[in-house]
């Protein structure tokens, strides 16, 4: 008599394993797409996302980043920079502050240089959004490495901007360390979709702030 539900029960829990599988293989399937993409587009601005620098010096991974808004904005794809970033504790300068330095170093003018902050993707782009609409920029080439370019064009998107993608070409992130990373970030979509970027960007400071003061 049981064999029957027990049945339907395993049916539905298959289906609903099923479709979380599907679920995040897509988002993996878009976020290895568009790690691939390098846009040319012309746009209003290029953003860039910041990452660890030490001592106002960007790491090789964020170098990586600026050199490809450099490639960029050398054939004139945009006429405006946002960098982005915030100050770890410690810091001397903010990421955003460290990335406009090696720009300027690297013939980009300092006054279309705009500089945002923020400790996530989230933030880097919603701190930036009063210079952004300040200065009338809807269309967006979109800077980072390439596990990540498309979630920051999601949240960019969600915040009103039209995006498009542009990987860095040298990033740290290669052969088999590049599973993690890839597999991460479409957690991290994954659950952006379902809580909202905003809100999950919420969450996670706030699961960073009580670790942080937790002995």
Same mark, same amino acid.
């Given at each position: 008599?049981?064999? %029957?539900?027990? =049945?339907?029960?395993? =049916?539905?829990?298959?289906?609903?394993?099923?479709?979380?599988?599907? #679920?995040?293989?897509? *988002?993996?399937?878009?976020?290895?797409?568009? *790690? !691939?993409? !390098?846009? !040319?587009?012309?746009?209003?601005?290029?953003?860039?996302? *910041?990452?660890? +620098?030490?001592?106002?010096?960007?790491?090789?991974?964020?170098? $990586?980043?600026?050199?490809?808004?450099?490639?960029? #904005?050398?054939? !004139?794809?945009?006429?405006?920079?946002?960098?982005?970033? %915030?100050? +770890?504790? $410690?810091?001397?300068? @903010?990421?955003? +502050?460290?990335?406009? #330095?090696?720009?300027?170093?690297? /013939?980009?003018?300092?006054?279309?240089?705009?500089?945002?902050?923020?400790?996530?993707?989230?933030?880097?782009?919603?701190?930036?959004?009063?210079?952004?609409?300040?200065?009338?920029?809807?269309?967006?080439?979109?800077?980072?490495?390439?596990?990540?370019?498309?979630?920051?064009?999601?949240?960019?998107?969600?915040?009103?901007?039209?995006?498009?993608?542009?990987? @860095?070409?040298?990033?740290?992130?290669? %052969?088999?360390?590049?599973?993690?990373?890839?597999?991460?970030?479409?957690?991290?979509? %994954?659950? /952006?979709?379902?809580? /909202? #970027? +905003?809100?999950?960007?919420?969450?996670? $400071?706030?699961?960073?702030?009580?670790?942080?003061?937790?002995?």
């Amino acid at each position: 008599m049981l064999l %029957g539900p027990i =049945k339907l029960a395993l =049916k539905v829990v298959g289906l609903l394993i099923s479709s979380v599988v599907v #679920y995040f293989a897509f *988002g993996f399937v878009q976020i290895w797409l568009a *790690g !691939h993409q !390098h846009s !040319h587009r012309v746009s209003d601005a290029i953003v860039v996302f *910041g990452t660890r +620098q030490d001592n106002c010096v960007p790491s090789p991974t964020l170098a $990586g980043r600026l050199d490809e808004v450099v490639r960029l #904005y050398e054939l !004139h794809l945009a006429p405006r920079v946002v960098v982005t970033g %915030g100050r +770890q504790p $410690g810091d001397r300068c @903010t990421e955003a +502050q460290a990335s406009r #330095y090696y720009l300027v170093a690297r /013939g980009i003018p300092r006054s279309v240089i705009l500089e945002g902050g923020g400790n996530d993707t989230w933030e880097n782009i919603a701190s930036s959004l009063p210079l952004i609409t300040q200065n009338n920029i809807h269309t967006v080439l979109i800077v980072s490495d390439p596990f990540h370019v498309y979630r920051a064009g999601r949240i960019a998107a969600a915040l009103g901007l039209d995006p498009a993608p542009s990987a @860095t070409t040298s990033t740290f992130v290669v %052969g088999r360390a590049s599973v993690s990373y890839y597999f991460g970030e479409t957690l991290r979509v %994954g659950m /952006g979709r379902i809580l /909202g #970027y +905003q809100r999950m960007s919420e969450w996670l $400071g706030g699961i960073k702030k009580v670790s942080s003061v937790t002995p």
